[in-house]
C-alpha cells in the first residue's frame, strides 16, 4: 500500500530502519553467546614484533609479518622515496593510468624469485583469487578443492559458477578417484590448494598433486600467502628440496612475509596475458599506491638474497616446538586445537596478561570444534622471546 505524505513517509522509514536495527541486534546477540562476537581494536605495530594494544605493550605472536620487513629500514625508505616522487595513491585502475612505471619491476622480482615467465599484481591476495579463478573456469568446468583452502579461493569459485567439489584435507587419494570419476565430463578442470595452509601450518603435496593433476589434464593452482619468503630458502612451497615444481599457477601475497600489500600470480606469459584482459578484480580496482608497490620490490630484494633473514621464521618456530616437546614444524605456523571457542578466548587472554599477543581463531574461520590458538614466528622474534612464550604456554596448554 502506498502512504502519501511526509508523516507517513518517515513512518515507513522509522519501521524500516527499526527492523534492520532489531536484526542486527538479534545476529550479534547469537554471536556473543557463542563467544564468537569480533570487535576491532586499535593496535600500533612497532619493530622487533612489538605491539601496542589498549595501553599494553605486548609481543605478538599474533602478526603475519614473519620476517619483520615492514619495519625494516630500505623498504620504508624505498616507499618514502615513491611517494616523493609519485604521489600516495595510484589514481586508477592499472588500465587507465594506474599501471604505474614501478610494476613492472615488482612483476620481474615475483617472476624470478618464483621461476615463471610472468607475474601479474593485484590489489590483494583476495582479490587475485576472485578475478583469476573466474577468468579460467566457467559453467562447463570442474572445480576441486582441499576442504581447508582459503576463504577467497571459495569465494573465487562459487564466482566461477561452475561445478565445485571438496576433497579432504590433504587426501590424494580422494582427489584422484573425483577426478577419475567427474574430469571426462568437463571442459576444464582446475584443483585448487593453499601451500601453506594458514590455520594449522602445513604444507599441501605440491609434488604429488602435480603428478595427479598432469595424470587428468587438470590444472593445479596453489596460494603460497604463507610459503613466500619463509620456506624453500624464500622461495615458497612451489619448490621442494631445492627444485622447482612444475606448478602452472601459483599464487599468493604481497602483505605477509613480504611486509608490504597486494596479490599476484606466477604463470606462463600467455596466461598472465588473458588474466590482465578477462580478471575484473583487476580492471575494475584502484592500482597499488606507489610506495607499496617500491617497498615490495624492496622486501623481494632483500627475500631473494638474505639466506639468513628467510631462515630465521622456521627456526624460531622450531625452538619453541622443541622447548615443549612437539614435532618440528613445517612452517612457522603453530596451532594449539583447542576445541572450544569460549576456551580458546580464555587461553589467549592469560597469555595477554603474561605479555603476549597470540590468535585466538575461532568458526566460521575454522571448522565448529576446531577453535585454537594459532602463532606466527617472525624473524624480528629474539632467542629471549620465543622461550618466554614457550614457559608461559607450558603454564596453561597441556603439551606432551
Known amino acids: 500500500m502506498r502512504v502519501e505524505g511526509r508523516s507517513g513517509n518517515t513512518d515507513i522509514k ?7 536495527r532489531n536484526f542486527a541486534r538479534e545476529k550479534l546477540q547469537g554471536l556473543k553467546d557463542r563467544h564468537l562476537l569480533r570487535t576491532l581494536i586499535p593496535t600500533g605495530r612497532r619493530p622487533r614484533a612489538r605491539t601496542r594494544q589498549q595501553s599494553r605493550d605486548l609481543i605478538s605472536f599474533a602478526c603475519n609479518d614473519y620476517l619483520g620487513l615492514s619495519h625494516h629500514p630500505k623498504v620504508v625508505e624505498a616507499s618514502r622515496e615513491a611517494t616523493r616522487t609519485w604521489g600516495a595513491g595510484a589514481g586508477a585502475s592499472r588500465l587507465i593510468t594506474g599501471n604505474n612505471p614501478l610494476y613492472a619491476s615488482l612483476e620481474s622480482a615475483l617472476a624470478n624469485i618464483k621461476g615463471t615467465e610472468d607475474a601479474v599484481v593485484f590489489g590483494s591476495g583476495y582479490l587475485a583469487n576472485v578475478g583469476v579463478i573466474p577468468a579460467l573456469a566457467a559453467r562447463q568446468d570442474l572445480i576441486l578443492m582441499d576442504e581447508l583452502c582459503h576463504a ?223 602463532l606466527t614466528f617472525s624473524a624480528a622474534h629474539t632467542e629471549e622471546d620465543i622461550d618466554r612464550l614457550a614457559a608461559a604456554v607450558n603454564e596453561i596448554l597441556p603439551c606432551p
Open 14 to 20: 522509522a519501521l524500516s530502519e527499526d527492523g534492520l
Open 152 to 374: 577467497c579461493l571459495f569465494a573465487g569459485a562459487t564466482l566461477a559458477r561452475c561445478r565445485t567439489m571438496s576433497f579432504r584435507h590433504q587426501d590424494t587419494s580422494e582427489l584422484s578417484g573425483l577426478l577419475h570419476e567427474h574430469r571426462s565430463a568437463h571442459r576444464h578442470c582446475l584443483v585448487l590448494t593453499d601451500g601453506v595452509f594458514s590455520m594449522d601450518g602445513d604444507r599441501a603435496p605440491v609434488d604429488e598433486l602435480v603428478r595427479i593433476c598432469e595424470a587428468h589434464d587438470a590444472w593445479l593452482m596453489t596460494d603460497d600467502a604463507h610459503g613466500l619468503g619463509v620456506i624453500e630458502n624464500g622461495r615458497g612451497s612451489g619448490f621442494m628440496d631445492g627444485r622447482a615444481v612444475p606448478i602452472p599457477l601459483q599464487m599468493g601475497t604481497l602483505s605477509k612475509a613480504v611486509g608490504a600489500y597486494g596479490g599476484y600470480l606466477c604463470t606462463n606469459r600467455e596466461v598472465g596475458d588473458l588474466i590482465r584482459n578477462r580478471a575484473r578484480s583487476l580492471h575494475y580496482t584502484t592500482g597499488l599506491p606507489p610506495g607499496t608497490l617500491a617497498a615490495a620490490t624492496a622486501a623481494l630484494e632483500l627475500i631473494a638474497t638474505d639466506e639468513d633473514l628467510v631462515r630465521q621464521p622456521l627456526d624460531r618456530a622450531r625452538r619453541f616446538n622443541a622447548r615443549l616437546g612437539l614435532k618440528p614444524p613445517e612452517s612457522p605456523i603453530v596451532a594449539f586445537v583447542l576445541g572450544d571457542a569460549r576456551r580458546t578466548m580464555q587461553a589467549a587472554s592469560v597469555l595477554r596478561e603474561k605479555g603476549f599477543l597470540v590468535g585466538a581463531i575461532r568458526p566460521p574461520t575454522v571448522p565448529d570444534g576446531t577453535a585454537r590458538l594459532r
